[in-house]
């Protein structure tokens, strides 16, 4: 999280455009996650999230940006880490972001990242991530989320850890 933090705060000070903050919370975790466009059609994302029984989980992607007509979306990799119990584990996840306008205020966003067993390393094991929600456009500059989110690891010998499992709120804020 802390990372995260520094990277917004260096982002902001570089003058960087067309990038978002994105805050949220569920029943269980809160996070806050920066993208930035770092070429036209190509874009980044830092990401944490900690959990209320003192677990945390951190995300770095990378993203090709792109449109076909009124779907927006990316596809990519990015790396997770996650510090849970007695459970430390990172590996990569591949997937894709999608948006869907369905009106000048209203949007729809999925999103879903599989990280398979080989690219899973420590006690991690593999990685699901997959969310839906709709976003109300408040001014040119913010939106308000609301969605449902599940992040899951397969532990290392067995068994499963759901990170979040529950409806979220989010405040998303562009600069």
Do not use: C
């Not at 975790?29 to 677990?55: K, N, R, S, Y």
């Not at 779907?71 to 591949?94: E, N, P």
């Not at 109300?136 to 500059?141: A, S, T, V």
């Amino acid at each position: 999280m802390r990372v995260a933090v520094a990277l917004i705060a260096i982002t902001l000070a570089s003058g960087a455009n067309a990038g978002a903050i994105s805050f949220n919370f569920g029943e269980d975790a809160i996070g806050l996650a920066l993208q930035t466009p770092v070429a036209p059609a190509a874009g980044i994302e830092i990401a944490g999230w900690h959990h209320e029984d003192d677990h945390d989980l951190g995300t770095v992607g990378v993203f090709a940006i792109g449109k076909r007509g009124k779907l927006q979306g990316s596809v990519g990799v990015k790396g997770y880490y996650a510090d849970v119990d007695d459970f430390q584990g990172y590996g990569a996840a591949f997937g894709a972001n999608v948006k869907l306008p369905l009106s000048d205020v209203l949007d729809l966003h999925g999103r879903a990242f599989i990280g398979p067993s080989v690219a899973s390393a420590d006690d991690a094991d593999g990685y699901q991530e997959w969310g839906l929600s709709f976003e109300i456009n408040l001014f040119g500059n913010s939106s308000l989320s609301l969605g449902y989110r599940e992040v899951e690891f397969d532990v290392d010998g067995g068994g499963e850890f759901e990170f979040q499992d529950d409806v979220y709120l989010g405040l998303n804020l562009l600069f």
